[in-house]
């Protein structure tokens, strides 16, 4: 089965909002078997809208959309879906009734044009909306099965899974299941390079590469009668893919590099103290966006002047003075510091330059030294990153994170 993803909504095509929407449905889709092989986005003109409906239906079997089912005169999804598949639009009174209440219970008044989102295609499946107002809905022609979403992420996500799911899996003969395995430490292309012969001669189960920032995920999937043969499937894989590159692969679940550290030193009974320069409390955000991080992380200094990487971790003015704030020398004397004040298992110290100003010849943009201690060792990374300031620090908080993880783990 193929499927094509269109997202609806002029402020897309502007770039005011990012579409995460495809980026989520093209992974649910691909983990229940399904191949996205378009991808669209237009904006709110019902010619446009009306043309790309029509070339997706002669071209693929499931059609999902998002957006454009609000109550303005510019949400225009399903007037137009309606008058392609020349079906009325016809009152839903529970939708009704919801609506209302939905005003109702946050003593909010209610305008008319709000009504107009209880008008659905006649025939079609119904998806209640508990996150907002306008619901969704499914029709089945011979030919298409067209889906159609609300475009804010926190009414379609839940109405994907609560509703869409369990009707695409009617479509599916047999198991699809799916297992990702994180890397990190290693680049795409090397571990393309080295599982080039399982990806090559891949049948069932398939293995999909997908890089992220400092990481590599390998998605395993398989389709089978029963949800046992498809595990016992991945599992074969699994270890044949540990057998090449098993030293850099941190989890197999959903937890992220991050959750996994907090996760092995809250079981080995370590704690953590991070002093950050140029990242400016990025790293010590994300480790501390972790459930149980308190019983891990005790303190966190951004020490961006000199002055503060002298009085809160002990770096030495000569050191300063002589290799710069932007050096081995002191990135160690950072993370050595946090170990005597804090009292801490492990610690992480970040200094560099992000841009966009500040570099030189010696020192470039993009220069970060990375320090970590752990077990009386303290090894420190020279990094060069490239890109703009963002990318640059949050190329040094992953970094920082694969270090320690590689002491730890």
């Known amino acids: ?113 709000n009504l107009k989102q209880a008008y659905i295609p006649e025939g079609a499946i119904v998806l209640e909306n508990d996150n907002g107002t ?12 067209i889906i159609v979403l609300p475009g804010p992420p926190s009414e379609m996500v839940p109405m994907f899974e609560n509703g869409v799911k369990k009707e695409l899996k009617k479509l599916n003969e047999g198991v699809i299941f799916s297992r990702t395995l994180k890397l990190c430490g290693i680049g795409e292309s090397t571990v393309a390079n080295i599982l080039q012969d399982l990806i090559d001669n891949q049948t069932n189960p398939t293995i999909a590469p997908y890089a992220k920032d400092g990481e590599v995920h390998l998605r395993i999937t398989a389709k089978t009668n029963e949800e046992s043969e498809a595990i016992k499937l991945i599992d074969a894989m699994e270890q044949k893919v540990a057998d090449h590159v098993g030293e850099y692969i941190y989890t197999t679940d959903e937890k992220t ?41 005790k303190e966190g200094f951004i020490t961006y002047s000199n002055e503060a990487k002298m009085k809160y971790l002990g770096v030495r003015k000569d050191t300063l003075e002589e290799f710069g704030a932007v050096s081995e020398e002191t990135a160690r ?37 990375i320090g970590v201690s752990y077990k009386g060792v303290t090894t420190v990374k020279k990094c060069n990153f490239y890109g703009n300031r963002q990318k640059i620090r949050t190329r040094a908080v992953v970094e920082s994170l694969i270090m320690l993880w590689n002491k730890i783990k």
């Open 1 to 113: 089965m193929t499927a094509e993803i269109i997202a609806i909504g002029t402020e897309l095509l502007l770039g005011d909002i990012l579409n995460t929407n495809a980026r989520y449905l093209s992974r649910q889709l691909a983990d229940m078997g399904i191949s996205v092989y378009y991808q669209s986005v237009v904006g709110d003109n019902v010619d446009r809208l009306q043309e790309t409906i029509e070339n997706a239906m002669n071209r693929t079997s499931i059609i999902i959309t998002t957006g454009g089912l609000g109550p303005t005169t510019d949400d225009l999804s399903k007037e137009t879906i309606a008058q392609v598949l020349d079906l009325p639009l016809i009152e839903h009174e529970e939708s009704k009734k919801r609506i209302v209440d939905f005003f109702k219970q946050r003593d909010i008044p209610m305008t008319e044009n």
């Open 257 to 297: 590099l991050e959750e996994t550290i907090v996760h092995i030193m809250k079981n080995k009974n370590l704690t953590l103290s991070v002093a950050e320069s140029c990242t400016g409390g990025l790293l010590s955000g994300r480790i501390i966006n972790c459930s149980g991080v308190s019983d891990v992380y």
């Open 333 to 369: 004397e950072m993370a050595e510091g946090l170990i005597d004040k804090c009292d801490t298992s492990a610690s992480i110290s970040i200094t560099g330059i992000a841009g966009p100003t500040g570099g030189t010849e010696e020192k470039p943009i993009g220069l970060v030294y």
């Open 134 to 145: 306008a619901p969704g809905f499914i029709v089945k022609t011979k030919k298409n099965i």
